[in-house]
Structures are given as C-alpha cells and as structure tokens.
C-alpha cells in the first residue's frame, strides 16, 4: 500500500514539473512573437555580387590553332641485296630500332665469286693494252716504210725526167724511158701499198683502244659489284623490319631491312575547310607557319618545332584537307612513324581585337558591361575565334569594363562590385560593427567600472540609467549580484 502512495505522489510531481516546463516554454513563444512584433521591420538591402572584372582594350592578338595528327618518315630506304650469296659477315647492331651512324658497314655477302670475276677483267685490260701497244709499233713501221716508199718513188720519178731528156736529144734509147716509166709505176703501187698498211696499222691501235674501254668497264664493273656485297648505310637512321641472319643465303634484290631518317620526320595532320583557310595567304598559297608538335608520354609531354610545308594532293569526301608539316630534326628525340602527336599552329597575328576568358561570354557571343553605376548591360561581340582557355573578339566596346566569368545569378541591372571594392566595403562594414559594439558596451555600463550598478558612494539619482534602459524590476536588488546587460540592437 505504502508503494503505490509513494508512486502516486512521484506521478504527481513529475507532472507538475512538466505543466511548469510546458507554460514556461508556452510564455517564452509569446514574449518573441510579441517582440517581433513591436520591433520595426527594415527594408531588406539591395545585394551586390562581386565580380572579376575586365577592362578592354584593342590589342594584337595571335591565335594558336590545335589539330591531330600522324608522324610519318620523311626518307626511308630499303636495303636489299645487290649480290647473291651468302651472309658473312654482319655489324652486331643490326636489329630493329638501332640507331646506324652514316657510312656503317651493315653486312657483307661472300664476295669470292665476284673477286674472281674481276681478276678475270684485270686480266682482259692487260691484254688490251698489249695489243695496243703492239697496234701503236705497227704503226710506227707502217709510216716508215711509207716514207721509204715515197722516197723511192721520187726518185724513180727524176730518172724518168732525164730518161726522157736524154731520149728528146737523141742519146739515149726509146727502150731506157719504158723501162723508167715502168720503175715509177712499180714505186708508186709500193707507195700506196704502204699507206694502206699505215691505215691498217692505225685500225688495229683504234681496236685496241675500244678493247681496252671494254675491259675497263668489266674492270669497274666487278669492283662496283664486289663494293656491293657490302651493304652500308647511306645516312644515319634508324632499322626497321631487318631479316637478315649470319650464314644465311640471300637472292640477289631481297629486301633486307628499311632504315628510317630521324632527322626528316613529317606530321601529316587533317583541318576543317575553316581552318585550313587561315593557314592560306591571299593567292591561296600555304603559308610557313610555325607550328608546336607534342608527343603526351604519361605525365611528361615532348615537344618539338615544325613548321607547315605543303598540302596533300588529293582530298577527301567528308571535306577538309591534309597538311604535312616538317619536323625539325633533334638527336635522341623519342619522336617516331606512327606516334600520334597533337599540333599547335602559329597563326597570323590579328589586329584591333580584344581577347577575353572563356567563361567571359556566352556560345552567341553576349557579354556582361559594367556600367558607371556598377550595374550590368548586355552587349554582343564578334568571336573571332576560340582559344582553349580565352577568346578573342572583335567589334568589342574597347575602355569599359566587363565580367570576366559569368555566373547564373548575374543579369541585366544587377549591381556588382569588384574585388577590390568589396574588401573596400568588408573594411567599411567592420568599422560600423565595432562602432556598433562600442555603443552598445557604453550603454550598458553607464555609470562606472561595475556592470550593472552606481559608483559607490552615488544613489540612483547621480548615476542610474535612464528610464526605460536600466535593469528589469526587481533584478539585481537585494542579492548583490550584478545585473546583465541587455542585449538590444539599434
């Protein structure tokens, strides 16, 4: 019996605490609604965004334009096999992506057969020359006996003129003329005998000569081919698709490797009908740009110069053309046929534009301007063209400024301020609050150093608050307690 008078009182206790919760609570609702009520209600001030501004001016701009594209090899040569035979000899570097210096002996072909070919033609070239040499002493006596010859027949000629003399006076016989005439016609076919040995003579040195031409181009024949049973390289390059091996027998014209110049790489890349006529001149001529050719390796990005040479000769239905740009040539550069490089192209500079952020304008070109009362008007531009991170325009309203990235809360007649204005304000609004603060530390110590009463000595008449700003009634008296300020804003 006792434990239920216990709990029925406990019961009625807790209730009695939660009826005086609840209208303490319930006296506390009215006291701020009656409160937001008496207070006056401030209009709400205008916002001002703070923008990044910009001011424009007319510049000299100059666009970079960017495409993608192929490296390929300027300058490739395949080495093949000049002679037939075996594989003697071959250079330790020759496999796929050595680098070979100019001049490397690559490999060598057997070159027995060859060496033996020549000794052959050697020894033909000394036989033509000996029988040069014995035309030429042919010679020599041909023309000495046709002088003899000459000679004789002069003389046979005079003693026919004095046979006749004589036979003319009477002295001599009619029988000695005949017979001199006869002597004379005798010397004279001697003579001509003679000239026609001479020009016999003469052929067989010509012969000679042409035999000997014959053997020398046998002669440099064989030694052109016992050169090229060796294979060298004709400039520095790089090997590729090489399918030789020591011992082995190859035909003669096999495909041995390919050796690709490092130092004539192209890029061959694709622009729009757009582009490609900014990189014409006024003839419609390819201009020499300069141009950027980045090769992205993970996190590091090899570039390297080129500059624009010349237009791919036939085109291709989806429109657009093919451009080739040479690659300036740099030892050890990683660059090679196949990579796939992006290329950055110099354009000409263009006069009289603005360039501005991206985020500056919108896609049909419309821009924010700060007006002299900080507010914003709508203005549209000309965008000339469009840069990764910038544009530049034309037909722009040059000496006002603008924002320089647009936001979706901004628009026509908005104020906004920039950074530099708003610290300016952010310093002015916290002067006005410690203002504020002072004010109120000021209203709530009245009267001396302690909070909430009169310098000792002094009643309420010296040093007390005005009406209705002091303490509450009954606060403070009594218990010796200081008394809290109020907190009351103006």
Known sequence: MRFFVRALVGFVILALCAGTLAYGVSRMSDARTEAAKERPKKPAPERV??????LLEPTSATPIMKAYGTVQAGRTLELRAAQSGRIVD???????????????????????????????????????????????????????????????????????????????????????????????????QAVITRQQALANAEKQVEQA??????????????????????????????????????????????????????????????????????????????????????????????????????????????GGRTVYATISGKEGSPLRPGDFVSVRITEPPLQNVAEIPARAATEDGQIFIIDDNSRLSVAKVKIVRRMPDSLIIGDAPFGRRIVAELRPQLGPGIKVQNLEEAKVAQEEAKKKAAERRKRRAARAIPGGDKPGGPPEGKGKEGGGKPEGKGRPEGAGQGDGRPSKPEAKSE
């Open 49 to 54: 965004y703070t923008v990044r501004d910009l």
């Open 90 to 188: 071959m250079a330790r570097g020759f496999r796929d992506g050595v680098e070979i210096a100019s001049g490397e002996t690559l490999l060598r072909i057997d070159p027995a057969d060859t060496r033996s070919r020549e000794a052959d033609a050697m020894a033909g070239l000394a036989d033509a020359r000996s029988r040069e040499a014995q035309a030429a002493q042919s010679v020599s006596l041909a023309r000495a006996e046709l002088s003899a010859a000459r000679g004789q027949a002069n003389l046979r000629k005079e003693a026919l003129k004095r046979q006749v003399d004589l036979a003319n006076r009477g002295v001599a016989a009619r029988v000695t003329v005949e017979t001199a005439q006869l002597a004379l016609v005798s010397a004279q």
């Open 209 to 318: 000569q042409l035999a000997i031409e014959r053997a020398g181009i046998s002669v440099s024949t064989t030694r052109r081919d016992l050169s090229e049973t060796a294979v060298v390289a004709p400039y520095a390059g790089v090997l590729t698709e090489t399918s030789a091996a020591l011992g082995r027998l190859v035909s003669s014209n096999e495909t041995l490797a390919r050796l690709i110049d490092l130092n004539s790489l192209e890029v061959a890349f694709r622009l729009s009908d757009q582009q490609f006529a900014r990189v014409l001149d006024d003839d419609g001529r390819l201009l020499s740009l300069k141009a950027q050719v980045g090769l992205s390796l993970g996190e590091r990005n090899i570039e390297t110069d080129a500059v624009l040479d010349r237009i791919a000769a036939t085109t291709q239905a989806e």
